[in-house]
Structure formats: C-alpha cells, structure tokens
T-cell receptor, first 109, second 118 residues
Framework: GIQVEQSPPDLILQEGANSTLRCNFS?????LQWFHQNPWGQLINLFY???GTKQNGRLSATTVATERYSLLYISSSQTTDSGVYFC???????????FGGGTRVLVKP | GAVVSQHPSWVICKSGTSVKIECRSL??????MFWYRQFPKQSLMLMAT?????????EQGVEKDKFLINHASLTLSTLTVTSAHPEDSSFYIC??????????????FGEGSRLTVL
C-alpha cells in the first residue's frame, strides 16, 4: 500500500512563531487531506488539497503532486493550535484514506 | 462541510459483552463509510469499508467476526464489537463522504467513540 510519512514527529513552538509541517507520500494520489486532531480526539478538516495551494486564515497548504509531497504552514501560532496534525491520502484509483504518523504540535504561551 | 455524527462518545463495558457504535451522515447520503481505530499516541488505522447494501470489506488482520459492520441505509453504518475484551479498548472513529464508491472526494469524520472494556 501507499506509504505516508510526516515530519517532524514532534514540534514545540513559542506562541507567535511560524512553522512548516511536511507530508511525503510514495505513490500518485487523487486525494490529500490535512486534519487537526483536538485533545478530545475529534478530527477537524483543515484542507482538501490533492494539488495546488490553499489558504485559510493563519493556515495554508501546498501540495506538489508530481514530487509527492505536501506542506502545511502555520503562521503566528497560538496555543489553540496545539494538537496532532495528520496528513492523509487516497492512492490514485483507490478510495481508502491512508494516514501518516502525525506531527504532535505544542504551542507554549 | 458535511456532518458526520457518532454515538456514543464514551462507552464502558464489562469483558464479554457486545457494544454497538453508530455512525450517521446527517446532511448527505453515503454509499460508503469507513471505520478506523486509533490507539493512544498512534495514528489512525483503517479497519474496514462499510458498503451500503452489501458486505463490509475488512483490512488485513481485522477479525470480521469480532467487528461486525452493518450499513443499513445510506445514512447509517454500525460497528458492533462482539465479546469485547480489554485489548479492544480503543478510540473508534468513522468517516464518510458524498458520492459513489469510486469517488475520492473529501472525507469527513465523526466525533469518535472511546471504548473501555473492563
């Protein structure tokens, strides 16, 4: 199956800092999503971004499908940004979402 | 975005009993739903694909007789953990999307159900 690797595994930020999270995948995809898992376990959809660039407030994401990676940018981080960020993909011609290992983010005040 | 609801959010049961978890798509019809399992500090692992009107498709290593899945309608899938044991304690979360089985559009997740087996 498709492999999804996220880096870094852990990230500690000072409030107000910017950061970049990376997601590499091993095969062509027709779906890529970024999620934020809050402390209660709920997965919040951040971006549906199989290709291109999108922005939503302080968050933005870029997927370069031909090079098999995606980046999630967090700007001016806030303590509420803490949690685990997951990248997940669906392999081309497939329909199952495969998750990466996640990046655990802690934003300190 | 589409709304997926799961119930119950928390369940505690005794070893040997069965537990049913419901997953509903509230504002769309879902031909296909997916069930995931997450252990503490780990990622989400796909357990099975729930297909409306037909049998579920299980991932390798997942016991179909232990985890019964029924997709009774286009808005409801249920996961029943049969004869639960402490090792079945985990966070179970479902997902769904609009469109047919071959469609790879955006997936939305329920709130998750935390199962503790004593």
């Amino acid at each position: 199956g498709i492999q999804v690797e996220q880096s870094p595994p852990d990230l500690i930020l000072q409030e107000g800092a910017n950061s970049t999270l990376r997601c590499n995948f091993s095969d062509s995809v027709n779906n890529l999503q970024w999620f934020h898992q809050n402390p209660w376990g709920q997965l919040i959809n951040l971006f549906y971004i199989p290709s291109g660039t999108k922005q939503n407030g302080r968050l933005s994401a870029t997927t370069v499908a031909t090079e098999r990676y995606s980046l999630l940018y967090i700007s001016s981080s806030q303590t509420t940004d803490s949690g685990v960020y997951f990248c997940a993909v669906i392999k081309a011609a497939g329909n199952k979402l495969t998750f990466g290992g996640g990046t655990r983010v802690l934003v300190k005040p | 975005g589409a709304v997926v609801s799961q119930h119950p959010s928390w369940v505690i049961c005794k070893s040997g009993t069965s537990v049913k978890i419901e997953c509903r798509s509230l504002d769309f019809q879902a031909t296909t739903m997916f069930w995931y399992r997450q252990f503490p500090k780990q990622s989400l692992m796909l357990m099975a694909t729930s297909n409306e009107g037909s049998k579920a498709t299980y991932e390798q290593g997942v016991e179909k007789d232990k985890f019964l899945i029924n997709h009774a309608s286009l808005t409801l899938s249920t996961l029943t953990v049969t004869s639960a044991h402490p090792e079945d304690s985990s966070f179970y979360i479902c997902s769904a999307r609009e469109g047919g089985r071959a469609f790879a559009g955006e997936l939305f997740f329920g709130e998750g159900s935390r199962l503790t087996v004593l």
